[in-house]
């Protein structure tokens, strides 16, 4: 079938199946490669992607789910060249270690901020049960969240 | 994933035409149980029925004295909704700790119960609220609703459209989360409410049950030493890699005081 979705403010109309995974859709079809897939079955996180503004999980979506829906990965974040704030504050923070699970994390910051712009170091860790990192414990994630919300509040 | 088609009803008989039509069909509204079911290959329908483009079935309304939830009204829009936490703070705050945020913003409240997983939390605050499932053709009490391990009392070709939930006087749901999946390894939602007081376990048996000696004690007293000494039989209850029987049933004690604790904080 073909569906219309706009990822990353373009508009794209794509012949998918029915059994195509949001997730495939972007790696494989539109070559967004930035969206990771991991352990392919929810509950790592990697694949996180804002779905009409709310974070989800690619892997756990249809791409037909997705038709004349708006989508953002990782690659939509950054403006002209210029990293996102939350991009810029794990890179400052070092809120990485290997970096896999890193996409994934950033789409989730972008979604937590969204809906709670001041969020509290607890709350972060509540937010992140969606989201697996198995090099750093977290902390570096949780500095980096906090100075990504701090940076999206001034900007 | 087995191939299937894939349609997207504008109307709920449009989507009824369809499952009357179509020999094995499955209905997706959040997708967060049937996408993993369909890639493991458990389950190879024939079509998938998105119900999805039916709008009318999100929505969140306070009628009088009850608060009725549409099928569509995803985890995250009934845990930020300021009606439902007025109403009844202890089913929106049971909303908020459904699986990881992403879940959330997916899942619904009508697919958890159409799924009657034994460890979904939904499953206890219908029971414990003593609501009623609306669905296209009648409604169904959740007593009578949900039936036995993943079986519910719905037909084949019937669609759920909403939930009416009455609104209680106190109420809490408290769980012992899977730390993985944080779905309730035991889960006990406690309610007082006109028809008196409900107390309906999930996660501790193949299918969410009442447990009539506490509600007959928090009758007598609605306070947590009401239920000391309360033995819960391990006949029957879950045993698997998470906890055996022994434990559920310890846990459902201690659940349900913890539950009428915080219904009273």
């Given amino acids: 079938m073909e569906i219309k979705l706009t990822v990353n403010a373009q508009l794209v109309t794509v012949e998918v199946e029915a059994n195509l995974l949001l997730s495939a859709l972007l790696r494989d079809r539109l070559r967004l490669t930035g969206t990771h897939v991991a352990c392919d079955t929810s509950q790592c996180g990697a694949c996180t992607v804002l779905v009409d503004g709310a974070s989800a999980k690619s892997c756990t979506l249809l791409a037909a789910e997705a038709a004349g829906s708006s989508v953002v990965t990782i690659e939509g974040l950054a403006a002209d060249g210029a990293l996102h704030p939350m991009q810029q504050a794990f890179h400052e923070q070092h809120g990485l270690q290997c970096g896999f699970c890193t996409p994934g994390m950033v789409m989730s910051a972008v979604d937590l ?23 750093t414990g977290y902390q570096n994630i949780v500095k980096a969240i906090r100075a990504g919300a701090a940076a999206l509040r001034s900007a | 994933m087995y191939s299937f088609a894939y349609y997207r009803p504008a109307s709920l008989g449009e989507a009824r035409a369809l499952l009357g039509q179509i020999e094995e069909a499955s209905l997706l509204a959040g997708g967060q149980t049937l996408i993993p079911t369909l890639k493991q290959r458990l389950a190879s329908p024939d079509a998938v029925i998105d119900l999805k483009g039916i709008g009318a079935l999100a929505a969140i309304e306070r009628k009088g004295e009850a608060l009725v939830i549409g099928a569509l009204a995803r985890h995250a829009a009934v845990a930020a909704s300021p009606v439902v936490r007025e109403a009844i703070p202890a089913l929106a705050a049971l909303a908020d700790g459904i699986g990881d945020p992403q879940v959330r913003n997916r899942g619904t409240l009508g697919g958890s119960i159409a799924n009657n997983d ?11 609220l003593g609501a009623t499932v609306t669905t296209c053709e009648r409604s169904i009490p959740a007593d009578n609703f949900f039936t036995g391990l993943f079986a519910t009392d719905l037909e084949p070709d019937e669609i759920v459209t909403a939930v009416s939930f009455p609104i209680p006087r106190r109420a809490a749901y408290v769980k012992f989360p899977n730390p993985a999946s944080r779905f309730a ?7 007082e409410t006109a028809a008196g007081v409900r107390v309906a376990v999930t996660g501790a048996a193949p299918c969410v049950f009442r447990l009539p ?15 000391d000494g309360l033995s819960i039989a391990a ?8 906890a055996v029987a022994a434990y559920r049933a310890h846990l459902v004690a201690v659940m349900a005081r913890r539950a009428v604790r915080q219904a009273l904080a």
């Fill in chain 2, 213 to 227: 000696p506490a509600e007959a004690a928090l009758a007598r007293a609605f306070a947590p030493e009401s239920l």
């Fill in chain 2, 118 to 128: 034994p460890a979904a939390d939904y499953p206890a605050a219908l029971l414990g």
């Fill in chain 1, 113 to 135: 901020v969204a809906v709670n712009p001041d969020p509290s170091e607890a709350e972060i860790r509540a937010w992140l049960k969606g989201n697996i990192c198995r090099c």
């Fill in chain 2, 235 to 242: 006949d029957g209850l879950n045993s698997d890699i998470h």
């Fill in chain 2, 185 to 191: 390894i035991v889960g006990v939602f406690v309610a």
